[in-house]
């Protein structure tokens, strides 16, 4: 995996995504600045890493980190302009929250609108090809992850705090039980059939 420099201006940051595939809460976005010389034997994908590195992993991302940011936007949000256009949207407000602000970004995936004064590059599967993606990824997951078990409180009968919103078949079966929360995105679709929901407050 490549440090930063992907390149020549510095500072540069990475910034990825978590959340987009799921039924429930929000879509999360990180953005991070690391140091040139920065390295890590355990850094990656934060989907290829177990739940305990990337907590493992967290704290020294914020503690060597030059700058990082992360944003939530909620399942309303999402309904109303879509997934898409709400991802894009949480990794630049993330960015926009950099001190020092960037000078170039690059972006997991293939999809990005372009910043004003920041030039970017696309990269598939960027967050396993450089350091300062993967780092946005582990705190882009791990801030989500906390986001989802503390409503978990709110509403435990979808065991938000094992699955995190996403489509299991617990979470889909707790749906035709108990209706739909705030925290569900309604523009998905929540189950095949697509029933009509009772809306839990």
């Known amino acids: 995996m490549l440090a930063c420099n992907f390149s020549s201006i510095f500072p540069e940051a990475g910034t990825d995504e978590a959340g987009r595939g799921c039924l429930a809460g929000p879509v999360t976005a990180a953005a991070v600045i690391l140091p040139k010389d920065f390295s890590n034997a355990y850094l990656n994908d ?52 950099l001190h020092p602000a960037p000078r170039y970004l690059i972006v997991d995936g293939n999809r990005f609108k372009p910043m004003a004064t920041i030039p970017h590059s696309t990269i598939i599967k960027g967050d396993a090809k450089y350091l300062s993606i993967a780092a946005a990824s582990v705190l882009a997951k791990t801030y989500r992850d906390a986001y989802m078990c503390a409503i978990h409180e709110e509403f435990p009968m979808y065991n938000w705090k094992q699955n995190k919103g996403y489509p299991t078949k617990e979470h889909r079966e707790a749906i035709k039980k108990y209706g739909v929360t705030k925290y569900h995105r309604l523009s998905f679709r929540l189950l095949p059939e697509q029933l009509e929901f009772n809306f839990k407050h």
């Open 46 to 97: 934060s989907k290829q890493l177990s739940e305990l590195k990337r907590e493992f992993l967290k704290p020294i991302i914020e503690k060597e980190a030059i700058a990082f940011a992360v944003t939530h936007l909620e399942s309303s949000i999402i309904d109303e302009i879509n997934i898409l256009n709400a991802s894009i949207k949480a990794m630049q407000a993330s960015v926009l929250k």
